[in-house]
């Protein structure tokens, strides 16, 4: 079936997709009951458990990049039955409403990553979406957790450390909330197998609020329990 996933694997229709495998773990082993490892194939770890409300979920790594959450995604979808994928993940936040700690519902991923070349769309450019459906889900349950949310586009880059500092005003004045790394590429897989998709981010930094602190790396397990909690919601 896959040279990156065990063949064997058994995955629930809804997969959350944090980058880190260690973050996978962790939400396994602090989220759910009755879960198992079922893949753990170069070091990507995945399993597959139920919430503590009963609804079947898996969690799996993406790894960095939107040419390994390509990979991963269009695995999932394609040969194990997954039909929502909900990429959970941090972002840096670009608008002055987006502070550190908020979490954002993403719309649609703009990028000038090359990742749609390979549709040969004749100059067109593919405007990727998250479903509507999981969407209004999402922002319907995040009031119910009275979670501070924002909603709207981001940028999915190919570059972390840019040789261009102030490259991001370009898409900060066009109202993008923030930058991220992965959302691209999952959403253009969820339209061409027709499958659904939707990010759900923290802001981890910011390019704007110069006088908020980045989360540290021990702030980011306790500040994204919130954005884990509602993506749990999204569960079968």
Do not use: W
Not at 11 to 28: E, N, Q, S
Not at 45 to 68: C, H, R
Not at 155 to 170: G, M, Q
């Amino acid at each position: 079936m896959s040279t990156h996933i065990n063949d064997n694997a058994k995955f629930a229709k809804t997969v959350l997709m944090p980058g880190d495998p260690l973050r996978a773990k962790y939400i396994a082993e602090n989220f759910l009951v009755d879960y198992k490892l079922v893949t753990d194939t170069r070091g990507i770890l995945g399993y597959t458990g139920k919430t503590k409300d009963g609804k079947e979920i898996s969690v799996m790594a993406s790894g960095m990049g939107i040419p390994s959450i390509g990979i991963y995604s269009y695995e999932l979808y394609k040969f194990y039955g997954v039909e929502n994928i909900i990429r959970i993940g941090t972002c840096g936040g670009y608008q002055k409403e987006c502070h550190v700690g908020d979490v954002i519902l993403v719309t649609s991923a703009c990028s000038s990553s090359n990742y749609a070349y390979q549709f040969d769309l004749k100059g067109g450019v593919l405007a990727p979406c998250s479903d509507f459906s999981l969407l209004l889900k999402a922002y319907n349950n995040a009031k119910d957790l009275n979670l501070n949310v924002h909603v709207g586009p981001i940028f999915s880059s190919d570059v972390f450390y840019d040789e261009d500092p102030n490259y991001y005003k370009k898409f900060a004045n066009l109202g993008v909330l923030g930058v991220e790394m992965e959302s691209y590429g999952l959403f253009i897989n969820a339209m061409r197998l027709h499958k659904k998709a939707l990010c759900i981010l923290t802001v981890s930094d910011t390019f704007v609020n110069k006088d908020e602190k980045d989360l540290t790396k021990e702030e980011r397990q306790e500040k994204l329990n919130d954005m884990f909690k509602l993506a749990l919601t999204m569960g079968d």
